[in-house]
């Protein structure tokens, strides 16, 4: 076993803390907490955000964090999450079980108790699971168009044993500086692959093979020093060929550089920018606001 996600894991909680120094729980944001939603007390556990005075059902933003599958909680990105919950929606954010420790499909298996959790109990908590979306970025972009993929194309679905809850759909996506292609990252992603059938693996998480004409629409999004900042190149134009609706944007530039997952530094205003955008092409597909 490699030392490299320790290190990583150093580094990136340095810097997240860093980011997100000095904030706290926004006052108009309800927060429900550690929320048991599988058998795992340490690692199923998930929170959810609500604007306060407001008893209506409220379209869902599930956020499927980041990390490279070996880092990553759901208070790493509670501020961001709450963010978007400021913006009319209700936000669901979980742990996922996390590499070296747990590999492939670990994380697909959690995010589907999620939804599972989600369909139970969304009386309970105003979620309306009619209006259903999904977020993620880095390897979390990865893993919430993955998971569109098992619910919208059922021979990609049938590679993993678990059965999607009947009913969930996923209306649209924000994928932020996402990685959408594994045909090259065997060496990169060595820590999440399993140890037999690595393989297999590497192309059931290859998304650009999976996708189909039932495909959620897209809002994309990158920056000018994202290290991804070309795995768009690959995604794009399949979503045009699909016929699916999608938008993309590139923030930064040479005088504003913006960097990996810029969009999770809530006091940014290219990051608020970036979440205005993908709220509002949400609010798009449902019909409410103009089209982005």
């Excluded at 320790?6 to 909680?13: E, G, P, Q």
């Excluded at 209506?56 to 990553?72: C, T």
């Excluded at 999620?114 to 009619?130: K, M, P, Q, S």
């Excluded at 997952?261 to 993908?278: L, S, T, W």
Aim: hydrophobic share 40%; with cysteine.
């Amino acid at each position: 076993m490699s030392l490299y996600p320790y290190i990583f894991r150093h580094m990136c909680s340095r810097s997240d803390r860093r980011r997100d120094a000095g904030l706290t729980t926004p006052a108009d944001i309800a927060r429900h907490d550690n929320i048991l939603y599988g058998t795992d007390r340490k690692w199923h556990l998930l929170d959810v955000y609500r604007p306060k005075n407001t008893a209506e059902k409220l379209p869902v933003i599930v956020s499927f964090h980041g990390g490279g599958w070996v880092y990553g909680t759901k208070e790493v990105y509670q501020y961001y999450c709450m963010s978007l919950a400021q913006r009319g929606f209700a936000v669901v954010s979980y742990n996922y079980r996390l590499a070296p420790k747990y590999r492939f499909p670990a994380p697909f298996e959690d995010t589907n108790a999620v939804f599972r959790w989600i369909a139970e109990h969304a009386a309970e908590y105003g979620l309306d699971t009619a209006r259903m979306f999904g977020v993620g970025d880095s390897a979390g972009a990865l893993g919430i168009a993955l998971y569109a993929c098992i619910l919208t194309n059922p021979d990609y679905a049938k590679r993993y044993a678990f059965t999607p809850p009947a009913g969930i759909a996923l209306r649209g996506l924000a994928l932020n500086c996402g990685l959408y292609t594994t045909a090259d990252k065997a060496d990169a992603m060595r820590d999440f692959l399993p140890k037999k059938n690595a393989a297999e693996a590497l192309r059931t998480l290859d998304l650009v093979q999976h996708i189909t004409a039932d495909f959620p629409p897209c809002f994309v999004i990158t920056a000018n020093q994202d290290f991804l900042k070309d795995e768009p190149k690959l995604l794009l134009p399949l979503l045009e060929k699909h016929g699916i609706r999608h938008a993309y944007k590139l923030y930064g530039d040479d005088a504003q550089p913006r960097g990996h997952v810029f969009h999770c530094n809530i006091r940014d205003e290219q990051a608020k920018a970036a979440n205005d955008a993908e709220c509002a092409f949400f609010r798009g597909i449902l019909g409410e606001g103009e089209p982005v």
